[in-house]
């Protein structure tokens, strides 16, 4: 399939899909004339890139978890799975500590807003 059918079928950009591209966690094959063309599998592959960048893993840090996760085939990984399991862990601590960060923040702010209203 083409980029934007890609695109339409997923809801991801065509930018975002280059992007993809660029980082190495999609694929596609070019045409004789140049153009893109992705294999159905690409959807599911795009699918998975959104819930991992939903959970917080940035572009550079999904290219190294996305070898070791299963393909929605249920094909085996590339990499270890325990590895896989602590890179998201790891990612888990990095998102609660930037909780932490943002709880205290409020915490200083309504202090502020206090000692301000007198």
């Known amino acids: 399939m083409k980029i934007g059918e890609l695109s339409h079928r997923t809801g991801v950009s065509v930018r975002s899909l280059r992007y993809y591209e660029q980082k190495c966690i999609l694929a596609s094959e070019r045409t004789a004339g140049g ?3 992705y294999p ?3 959807v ?3 699918i ?5 960048l939903a959970a917080g893993l940035s572009g550079d840090k999904i290219a190294s978890v996305l ?4 393909d929605h085939d249920g094909g085996p990984a590339e ?7 602590d890179q998201l862990e790891a990612e888990r601590s990095r998102i609660d ?6 709880r205290y923040t409020r ?3 309504d202090e502020v807003i206090v000692t301000a209203a007198g």
């Open 35 to 37: 153009h893109r063309e």
């Open 97 to 102: 500590r930037s909780i932490e960060d943002l």
């Open 67 to 70: 070898p070791c996760m299963r």
């Open 40 to 42: 159905e599998a690409a």
């Open 107 to 109: 915490e200083v702010l």
């Open 79 to 85: 990499t270890a799975t325990p590895w896989l399991v």
């Open 44 to 46: 599911d592959r795009v």
């Open 48 to 52: 998975l890139i959104q819930q991992l």
